[in-house]
């Protein structure tokens, strides 16, 4: 049975994920299991995420850091309304749990505060990202060497396209030009620019 790993708080009561030899599935220890990390805002979900949530699955168990209701407009290059963190976590392990019960791995959400997020924290092995965010894996090697961790390997997963063949993002998505499969929406109108214009 898939689990939900449950992070244990360290000196400064931050809450840490487990290391590699702590892996556990069905209360037994599994020896080598790849620790997997990746992030982001994930809103709305599509299958462009599906894809990196899969191929994490596929490596091992996995740690998702989700971005700060702070952080997440940070994150953003352009200026729309995000969700709350809260509402994001809801549907992210709903996707999570779904992944993990078919590959029988573990899986944990973990708050981002900061743009490097949970990665360079030593117990990971992989860092799956999309292909505009592989440079932001590279930097995180570099503070990983700067800390004195091995490298993580980072795992690229290709971009998923839509039907008129540009790449599903969420951005499209609120925009109201496509659904979370890529599907074209033209009737459809996108999301407000604020959590005012949506009530």
Known sequence: MPTVREATPDSDGERQAPTR???TKGGRAVPGTMN????????????GHRA?????FELGDVTVGL??????????HEDRFVRSYDERRADLATELASYAAEYDREYEVRKLTEPTGIAPEPQFDVLVVSP?????GKRINEIRA?????PLEIEVVEHVYAEDGDIISSTRIVAGEIDEHGTLTPDRDGRPATREQES
């Open 21 to 23: 030899s702590e892996a």
């Open 36 to 47: 997997v990390a990746l992030g982001g805002t994930f809103d709305p979900i599509h299958d």
């Open 52 to 56: 990196l949530f899969e191929r994490a």
């Open 67 to 76: 971005t700060s209701d702070d952080l997440a407009p940070k994150t953003r």
């Open 132 to 136: 505009e965010t592989e440079t932001g």
């Open 146 to 150: 700067e800390r004195g961790h091995d």
